[in-house]
């Protein structure tokens, strides 16, 4: 749509964005100024917006929505609620809430049709973490998930995988546009964009480094690091030593199960902590809450490296994500089958997708004539 654009656009520039003054830059800056431009078009004059979070919202999550909230407080003179559905789980996001004072409601405590204006952030209708009540179709959709072939309905679907964080998208909002932020909301962005890319690691384009230079240059930094270092609670190590206990090395995938868990983000957080292990292309880690078993991928980037894939194809539909990190939320049969034999059978679904051999296997942690509780 950038190159439908007359060229004079680009020649406004606040000197933010496009300091550097190459054709990436320019675009992303008329880009950015287009799409505020249509937000406000279809904001404009509603009172009452709900800002939708995907399900068991991620910093992410909560750093675009705290950040489209308080611009559309800015721009419109309004005050949107932040909907969630899940929980927020991990001690680094309750953290968030708590040190950057961001107020989220429970997504059933709300009725739907007393808002005018409905946003869905970091995820989309369809998706596995879209849990929008029946019915409700949103105005504007602000998403980096791959997967979305259509939205049906939506006047503004702000969409695009190449970003590594729905947070860039909304700070590029900003940024672009000479809008200030004030330090919280840059504190905020600053955590949505270094979680899901991994500071910067994966996924990333151009715009995702200098929107986070910009926001990180404003932001609280010691805020900062009370949120990335907040204590646990003894479950975590718990959970932890379930994990180690479990592992399982199959030639260059790492698998392991961590029983029933309290929340569905331990998945990711364990995943990405023993995918550190040296030599490895995979790894699965699966948990259950209720009746859903979580499952979380991580993989090393390849050409024909696809996690989402393989997250989708595990799960018969119930996960996807980005080629190097995926997740599933697979729902448990309900005559009782037990999580620990849904589990085996989704390891090995996992151990043959990506094409492990089974005779390479060895315990984590234990010498090799131990027996885990889980094989
Ligand atoms: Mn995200």
Not at 198 to 226: C, H, N, W
Not at 341 to 364: G, I, M, N, Q, Y
Request: aromatic share 6%; proline share 6%.
């Amino acid at each position: 749509m950038s190159t439908q654009q007359p060229p004079d656009q680009a020649a406004s520039t606040n000197g933010h964005g496009a300091t550097n003054g190459n054709g990436a830059a320019r675009r992303a800056h008329r880009e950015a100024v287009l799409n505020l431009r249509r937000l406000i078009e279809v904001a404009r004059g509603r009172r009452a917006p709900l800002i939708h979070l995907q399900h068991n919202p991620d910093p992410d999550a909560l750093g675009s929505a705290a950040a489209l909230r308080y611009l559309l407080r800015r721009l419109l003179d309004v005050d949107a609620t932040l909907a969630y559905t899940g929980r927020v789980g991990r001690v680094e996001n309750r953290a968030m809430l708590r040190h950057l004072d961001i107020r989220i409601k429970p997504s059933f405590k709300l009725d739907y049709d007393e808002f005018d204006l409905v946003v869905v952030v970091d995820t989309h209708p369809g998706a596995g973490t879209c849990r929008l009540p029946e019915g409700v179709v949103p105005d504007i959709v602000i998403d980096h998930h791959p997967g979305i072939s259509e939205l049906k309905g939506v006047a503004f679907p702000y969409y695009d995988p190449d970003f590594g964080s729905t947070s860039t998208m909304v700070g590029a909002l900003f940024v672009e546009n000479g809008i200030p932020m004030d330090r919280r909301i840059a504190t905020a962005l600053t955590y949505g964009i270094r979680t899901d890319t991994m500071d910067l690691s994966r996924g990333t384009t151009p715009q995702d480094e200098s929107i986070f230079r910009e926001v990180y240059g404003l932001s609280d930094k010691k805020a900062l690091s009370r949120i990335e270092r907040a204590r646990v609670p003894q479950e975590y190590f718990i959970t932890l030593e379930r994990a180690l206990r479990h592992a399982q090395v199959t030639d260059f995938a790492l698998t392991t199960y961590l029983g029933e868990i309290n929340h569905s983000d331990s998945v990711a957080e364990i995943a990405d902590l023993l995918f550190r292990l040296e030599g490895l292309k995979w790894v699965m880690v699966a948990g259950y809450n209720g009746p859903t078993l979580y499952c979380s991928l991580r993989a090393t980037p390849a050409k024909d490296v696809k996690a989402g894939a393989v997250a989708r194809e595990i799960s018969d539909g119930h996960g996807g994500g980005h080629d190097t990190f995926a997740a599933a939320q697979i729902p448990l049969p309900e005559n009782g089958q037990d999580p620990d034999a849904a589990f085996v059978e989704l390891r090995e679904r996992f151990l043959k997708e990506v094409r492990a051999k089974k005779s390479l296997t060895r315990p984590l942690t234990l010498p090799p004539d131990a027996k885990t509780s889980v094989s």
